[in-house]
């Protein structure tokens, strides 16, 4: 069988070269065998697999989020970021929840959603969102929640308290430590 014109002449002369020149075969063997195994080598011979943790087994803390005045948002911003330090330390899954009211009974499906979710703490922030929590925890008794900036006599209720003033940097970052140890500690 006969090779096409375009690739016979240069197969054929490298061939002949190789016939008669022994050291250039070895040569040639050589220098493929090292660009092989520098391939490999390089390359890891693998492909590389994709990392992927399973969270699913991580404790849920989950804040449900009000749209309440300026001071509730303050301590909202600073229990968020103590519920995202409690997740950078591993072990944590942190999640927010928008209610879009305090209302007792419009925000109870808000905390159904929360409980159906597998949260295995609830957040909530400030005293308007006390009897809504309250109601909340008659209605899921297995159910733990913590208020922020607020207290209950409710058995499955702690409570935080905020700052005297939430408006000052240094409260802010003082109240994201308590929730995050609060957090951590209940993991």
């Not at 989020?65 to 509730?72: I, K, L």
């Not at 005297?164 to 994201?176: M, R, T």
Request: a positive charge.
């Amino acid at each position: 069988m006969r090779l096409p014109a375009l690739t016979a002449r240069p197969v054929h002369r490298f061939a002949g070269l190789v016939r008669g020149h022994p050291v250039i075969a070895a040569t040639t063997a050589a220098l493929l065998l090292a660009a092989v195994t520098l391939t490999v080598l390089l390359t890891g011979g693998q492909r590389a697999q994709p990392r992927a943790a399973n969270v699913s087994g991580n404790f849920r803390a989950c804040l449900l989020v009000t749209p309440a005045g300026a001071t509730d948002a303050r301590l909202s911003q600073a229990s968020w970021q103590g519920m995202q330090d409690a997740a950078q330390s591993g072990g944590v899954n942190a999640q927010r929840f928008p209610t879009p009211t305090i209302d007792t009974k419009a925000a109870l499906p808000y905390f159904n959603g929360a409980v159906q979710h597998h949260c295995e703490l609830i957040v909530t922030v400030g005293t308007g969102m006390k009897p809504a929590t309250e109601a909340a925890a008659r209605a899921n008794p297995h159910q733990n929640f913590v208020i922020i900036g607020a207290t209950s006599a409710r058995p499955h209720i702690a409570a935080i308290a905020a700052p005297d003033d939430p408006a000052k940097e240094q409260a802010g970052k003082e109240l994201a430590k308590k929730v995050s140890a609060f957090i951590t500690a209940r993991r």
